[in-house]
């Protein structure tokens, strides 16, 4: 099992474009999530999934989308890259509710300039 | 919504001392979780509690959740260079969604 798979690593965008952040696990986990990690702050829920076709905000969801059409992936959209935007993006997943034990990818380092 | 909070932010502790972080949550929590977040990494799952009262132990780490299942508390002793890093605790917020606090950065003087 390779787990929970994020791509890119690293990526640099400019203001204002756009770009997606790729997220898949292959444990059949029904509960995915997109945390940003900022110094300080934590990990800040983005957005969540629990299920296939079923989506939802958390905390800091302006500026992003997301879809989850099959269970494997859940793919985090930024509209018009800002600044603020700039962080270190994590997905995760769990197998039940109540989030027992979540599971991260590797992250992605983002950079707007 | 549920708000998780640790303390202290910052660690900062001599080879071989004991030091212990704690969590605070304002809603009663089902659960709590520990996670370890190496310097660059990415946070990996330490352990979780659910009973009230409850303590567990991992080596050197000791974890204990409340009587009032509010606050959580993470203990280690004869702190080495491999405990550096960011220690998150994390409680579910309904089934659906886990919330951290802001974690406890340790450094190791050696």
């Known amino acids: 099992n390779a787990g929970v798979t994020q791509t890119p690593k690293f990526q640099v965008l400019k203001t204002g474009q756009s770009m997606t952040l790729q997220c898949a696990q292959d444990?059949?986990?029904?509960?995915m999530s997109w945390y940003r990690q900022d110094p300080g702050m934590g990990l800040r829920l983005i957005h969540y999934?629990?299920?296939?076709?079923?989506?939802d905000q958390g905390e800091v969801p302006n500026g992003y989308n997301v879809s989850r059409s099959t269970t494997e992936d859940f793919p985090l959209r930024l509209l018009s890259a800002a600044p603020s935007q700039t962080s270190v993006y994590f997905c995760?997943?769990?197998?039940?509710?109540?989030?027992?034990?979540?599971?991260f990818g590797q992250g992605t380092r983002l950079t707007v300039v | 919504g549920q708000q998780v909070m640790q303390i202290p932010q910052y660690q900062h502790v001599q080879e071989g001392e004991d030091f212990t972080t704690y969590c605070n949550s304002s809603t009663t929590l089902s659960n709590i979780q520990w996670y370890k977040q190496r310097p660059g990494g990415h946070p990996v799952f330490l352990i979780q509690?659910?009973?009230?009262?409850e303590v567990k132990k991992q080596k050197r780490l000791t974890f204990q959740f409340g009587e009032a299942k509010k606050n959580s508390s993470l203990h280690i002793t004869a702190t080495q260079t491999t405990d550096v890093g960011t220690y998150f605790c994390a409680g579910p917020e309904d089934d659906y969604k886990l919330s951290f606090g802001a974690g406890t950065t340790v450094t190791v003087r050696a």
């Open positions: 999934s629990v299920g296939a076709g079923i989506t």
């Open positions: 995760a997943s769990s197998y039940t509710r109540g989030w027992t034990e979540a599971f």
């Open positions: 509690l659910v009973k009230s009262g």
């Open positions: 444990m059949n986990h029904e509960y």
